[in-house]
C-alpha cells in the first residue's frame, strides 16, 4: 500500500489506468506501423534478417519497383474486382434480409435472423476447407444444385473465369449475415410514425422505403459500408486455403501477395511497401466514402 | 395479406436453408467413412455413421495439441486485453484530462490502419525478443486494443458520476472503485467485449500461421491448413477437422448471443 501512495504523489490514477494499454498499443502497434514505413524505403531481406547492418536506404526504389511489377497490378486487379463486387453485394443482401425480418408479418425472427448470422462467427478457415469441396467440380454439392435446376457443372476453383466469382460468393455468404444485424438496428430506429404519415399520404411500400428507409438508414449504410470494405480489402485466407492465389494468379490478392513477398521470400522491404500501398488504398476508400456521404445530406 | 405473408416465409425458409446447407453437409460429411463424401450424386447422409475421422484426428493427426494451444491462448489473451481495455475505456469515459478527446480520436481513426502494416516490423519485433513461435507471439500483440478501449469507453459513459463519488467520499482508493464499483456495473459490456475477443483471436488465421512455426504449437486454423495441404482428397477427414474448429465458437456463441449481438449493435453507433 505504501509503494502505491508513493506512486500517487508521481503520477495521477488515470495515468496508471490508461498506461498497460496504451503503452501495449503503442509498442505493438504505432511503433510497427512507423517502423513499416521506414522498412519500405529499404532493402531490407532475408540477408538483413541475419545481419541488419547489410540493409540499406533505397529510397522509392521499392514503390518503382511495385509499380511495374506485374504480379503486383495483378494483385491489385483482383482485390478490386473482389471488393467492388463482393462489397456492395454484401451490402445489398444484408439490407434486404434486414428488411425482410423487419416486417411485422415474419414469425420466428430470431430463428432466422440466428440462421442467417452463424456463418459469421464461424473459423474462415473451416469454412474455407468446407466450400472448396462444395465447389468441387465433380463431387460437390453446388454443382448438384445447380445440376438440379439444369445448369451445366462449373470447375469453381480451377477455373480462371470462375474462381473469382467463387470466393465472392463464399465471403457474401459468410459475411452479410453481420451487416444484417446492424441494419435490423438502424430500421428499429426509424420512428413508426413516419410510415404512418407516409401511407396516410398514400405511398406504397416501395416508395415507402425509397423516400423514408433509405434516407433514414443512409448513416448506417456508410458505416457499413466502410467497414465491409476495410475488411474486404485484407482478403487473405479464401484464396490462401482455396486456391492458393491461382489459377493463373486470379485470385492473388494484396495481402496474399504481400504475405509470399514478405513471409515467404523474406523480402521485407518490398513487403512493407505492399502493405503501405494497401493501407493508402483503404485510407482513400474510406475518404472519398466519407466525401460522398457528406455531399448528399 | 395471409398470401404476401406465405410467400415471404417460404423466401425465408428456402434462402435459409441455403444458408444452412454448407454447415449440413460439414456435420454430415464429418461421419462419413473414407471416400464417401466423394460420390456422385453426392450424399447427404452417413451410411453406415462412423467416429473414424474424429478417433483418427485425435489418436495420429495431434489435433487434440491444436485445440488445446486455440483454448489456451483465446482464453489467456481474452482475460489480459479485457483488463487492460477496461482500464483505459474507464479512464477515457471518467477522468479528465489534458489531451484526452484528441489522444481518443487519434487512437479511433487509426483504426483504418489494417493490421497486415504492422505485420512485418511485429515479426522483427518479436523475433528479436526471441518469442517467436511461443504463445507470447499471440498474446503481445494482442495485449489491448482500440476497439475494445472503445467498446468500454461507451459503455462506462453512461455510468453515474454521483456513484463513483459517492465510493471516493466513503474513501474507496481510485483502483477499488475500478475494481469494485465499475468493474461489476460493466459486467454485460466485458461479457460482450471478452465473446469478441475470443472469437478473434481462436479464428484468426494469418498471423498465428505467420509466428507459430512448429506444429506443436500450431492453433486448429494453422493445423487445418496444414493438415489439408496432405489431405485435399479426404473431405471426410477435413470435414471433422472443421466441427471441431467451429463447433466450440458455436456453442459459445449460442450461449451468449444476445451480448455478441449487443456488441455489433454498439459498433454501429456514432458519437
Known sequence: MKGIRLIHKWVSPYQLFLAPALTAIFTFFFIPVLAAFLISFTDFDIYGLADISTVRFVALDNYVKLFRDPLFWQALKNTFYFVLIAGPLNVGISLGAAVLLNSRLVKLKSLFRLNYFLPVITTLVAISIVWRFIYHPRFGILNYILHIIGVRPIDWLGDPVWAMPAIIIMAVWKNFGYNMIIFIAGLQNIPQSLYEAASIEGANSLQRFWYITLPMLAPTTLFVSIITMIGFFQLFTEPYIMTQGGPLNRTLSIVLYMYREGFQWWHIGYASSIAFVLFFIIFLFTLIQLKFQKDSE | ?271
Open chain 2, 1 to 271: 395479406m395471409k398470401f404476401k405473408s406465405i410467400i415471404l416465409h417460404l423466401f425465408l425458409i428456402i434462402t435459409g436453408l441455403l444458408t444452412f446447407l454448407p454447415f449440413w453437409w460439414m456435420v454430415m460429411a464429418s461421419f462419413m467413412p473414407e471416400g464417401q463424401a466423394s460420390v456422385y450424386p453426392p450424399r447427404f447422409f452417413p451410411n453406415p455413421f462412423t467416429l473414424v475421422q474424429y478417433k483418427l484426428l485425435f489418436q495420429r493427426l495431434n489435433l487434440g495439441r491444436a485445440f488445446f494451444n486455440s483454448l489456451f491462448l483465446a482464453v489467456t489473451a481474452t482475460g489480459i486485453s479485457l483488463f487492460f481495455n477496461s482500464m483505459a475505456g474507464y479512464a477515457f469515459a471518467k477522468y479528465r484530462f489534458k489531451g484526452k478527446h484528441q489522444l481518443f480520436k487519434l487512437l479511433l481513426s487509426s483504426m483504418v490502419i489494417p493490421a497486415q502494416v504492422t505485420m512485418l516490423p511485429l515479426f522483427l519485433m518479436l523475433k528479436s525478443m526471441g518469442v517467436i513461435n511461443t504463445y507470447l507471439a499471440i498474446i503481445i500483440p494482442g495485449l489491448a486494443n482500440i476497439f475494445g478501449i472503445f467498446l468500454i469507453r461507451q459503455y462506462a459513459l453512461g455510468i453515474p458520476n454521483s456513484l463513483i463519488e459517492a465510493a471516493r467520499i466513503d474513501g474507496a482508493s481510485d483502483f477499488q472503485i475500478y475494481y469494485k464499483i465499475i468493474l461489476p456495473l460493466c459486467k454485460p459490456i466485458l461479457i460482450t467485449l471478452g465473446l469478441l475477443t475470443f472469437l478473434g483471436v481462436w479464428n484468426d488465421f494469418m498471423w498465428p500461421l505467420i509466428v507459430l512455426t512448429d506444429s506443436n504449437m500450431y492453433t486448429l486454423p494453422v493445423a487445418l491448413a496444414n493438415l489439408m495441404g496432405e489431405h485435399t482428397r479426404d473431405p471426410e477427414l477435413m470435414m471433422a477437422g472443421s466441427v471441431i474448429t467451429v463447433l466450440p465458437v458455436i456453442l459459445l456463441f449460442l450461449a451468449l448471443q444476445k451480448f455478441y449481438m449487443s456488441g455489433i449493435m454498439m459498433s454501429g453507433l456514432k458519437e
